[in-house]
């Protein structure tokens, strides 16, 4: 295969990448994203304060350009996010306790249900976990309305549309050792043996030098796959440049590749001068559009 997204279908995974609207007039930029890629990650037109910027005011412009385009070119779509503590709109931010509850699960209704048939797995929860030691849920508004807020959001979501994969979505939970992605695993394990539907694990997995890609990593989407949900790599970008960087992306892959439940691969951007790390070149393509150390270590390794 000579694209990403061939060549993780030959095993029956996908290759996908962040979009931003903004960017779909690039010529450049598209020609990438048609050529390569075979799943599309909405970069923030699906976050709360895009899709509902007032009260029961929904929009859904900006997120329809990308779905209907990746649609339109045969590439699915992750949806991200239905509920978070960040992007929230701010007639959300400062709202607790039943209204809030109630103003989120309509979001998670509402928008899952517009979308309803054309998302293959959707971010349900993001970022719900403390960093550091605690192993506990970070402390937010919507963790403020009870600690049942999160399989409330993962039933609305199902409900109104069964027939996407439901993930819970984080970072910093790629290390098995780390406090944060023990926590996740027994939030996890819970609702498995709940019955509150989870269908996938997101782990971002956004790497640089002071959080690198861990030595464990492969054990830890074995693990989180044991429990019996699909694990995806969801936002992944790795700083630094050269034969360093590009042997980083060869271990993620590899990792991805020996799990049979890791489907998939996204990354967080198309080209360095697109990512959100402003400084960090951790992408795939340079700022012209050429492909990196990095793209061909991935080919070979898919
Ligand atoms: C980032 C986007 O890339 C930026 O454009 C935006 O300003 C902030 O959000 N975790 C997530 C993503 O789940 O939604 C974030 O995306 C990066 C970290």
Redesign the pocket.
Known sequence: ATTLGAAAQQSGRYFGT?V?AGRMGDSTYMGILNREFDMVTA??EM?MDATEPSQGRFTYGNADRIVNHARSRGMRVRG??LA?HS?QPGWMQNMSGSALRNAMLNHVTQVATYYRGKIYAW?VV??AFADGSSGARRDSNLQRTGNDWIEAAFRAARAADPGAKLCY?D?NTDDWSHAKTQAVYRMVQDFKARGVPIDCVGL?S?FNAQSPVPSNYQTTLQNFANLGVDVQIT?LDIEGSGSAQASNYDRVTRACLAVSRCTGITV??IRDSDS?RAYGTPLLFDNNGNKKPAYTSVLNAL
């Open positions: 962040a931003a970069e923030n976050k991200h996010a978070w992007q971010d993001n970022e979505n970072y971002q956004h936002e967080w951007g959100w």
